[in-house]
């Protein structure tokens, strides 16, 4: 074979490697869509749902992404001069998440009681009377957030970590999820804040991966077709 047939069949193989390669991020974005409806359509399932009991120590290993925005409620009385304030930005602005323990009668949970504006901070009472909460079970955020990893030794949080969060209170075992009181109210803490939306593009990035895919192709068949601008004389 001679080099210019060489380089011919390696541009070949280059192009349809480069074709195949689009085609399958195409068809991953499109899965990836799949499963995006399905967890949409499941997690609006689990929001119509009527409050159940949170779950207790037993049920804590089965406890899993199947059971984010699960409404629970608990009842008991909150922990007072335990609270921690984890950076927030809601729709009323930068402040902080209230997090504070919440002892029932079997185990310790941590609920986010709301939204906090910076200059409220450690300004929040703890109500003394026992309490019925209402709210949304979600999982620890372990790390960090805001591109920051949690400070526990200098008290700055960036996501409610609630295995940190207990270690740094002395709260010992707690819940492995926190809930996010659902109830709105006049004041602070403001609950209610829950933001509950998925991203959905992958139709878009799947088309784009195949208009490439394409694009391609129409290239490399452009290159490679027999000229006809000249003829033999």
């Known amino acids: 074979m001679s080099g210019r047939a060489s380089r011919s069949a390696l541009a070949t193989g280059l192009t349809l490697v480069a074709i195949a390669l689009l085609i399958g991020l195409g068809i991953w974005q499109l899965?990836?869509?799949?499963?995006?409806l399905a967890l949409i359509a499941h997690t609006e399932r689990q929001l119509r749902q009527p409050p159940v009991a949170a779950p207790g120590p037993a049920a804590w290993p089965a406890v899993g992404s199947d059971d984010v925005y699960r409404p629970v409620r608990v009842t008991g009385r909150y922990r007072a001069g335990a609270d921690?304030?984890?950076q927030a930005v809601t729709e009323l602005?930068?402040?902080?998440?209230?997090?504070?323990?919440?002892?029932?009668r079997g185990f310790t949970v941590l609920i986010n009681r709301g939204f906090v504006p910076a200059e409220r901070r450690g300004r929040i009472a703890v109500p003394a009377a026992p309490q019925?909460?209402?709210?949304?079970?979600?999982?620890?955020?372990?790390?960090?957030?805001?591109?920051?990893?949690?400070?526990?030794a200098a008290d700055r949080w960036y996501s409610r970590d609630v295995t940190a969060i207990a270690a740094t209170r002395r709260l010992g075992t707690v819940a492995p999820y926190f809930i996010d009181a659902r109830e709105p109210h006049v004041g602070f803490p403001?609950?209610?804040?829950?933001?509950?939306?998925?991203?959905?593009?992958?139709?878009?990035?799947?088309?784009?991966?195949?208009?490439?895919?394409?694009?391609?192709?129409?290239?490399a068949w452009r290159v490679r077709r027999p000229s006809t601008g000249s003829s033999d004389r």
């Not at 899965?31 to 995006?36: C, D, L, V, Y």
């Not at 209610?192 to 088309?207: D, E, I, M, P, Q």
């Open 93 to 104: 602005g930068g402040g902080f998440w209230l997090l504070t323990p919440f002892e029932t």
């Open 31 to 36: 899965e990836r869509r799949t499963w995006k």
């Open 190 to 219: 403001r609950g209610g804040l829950t933001v509950v939306t998925f991203r959905n593009s992958h139709l878009v990035y799947a088309l784009t991966w195949f208009g490439l895919a394409a694009l391609v192709a129409l290239m």
């Open 84 to 86: 921690t304030y984890v």
């Open 132 to 152: 019925t909460v209402v709210g949304l079970l979600r999982l620890s955020e372990p790390g960090g957030g805001f591109l920051r990893h949690n400070d526990p």
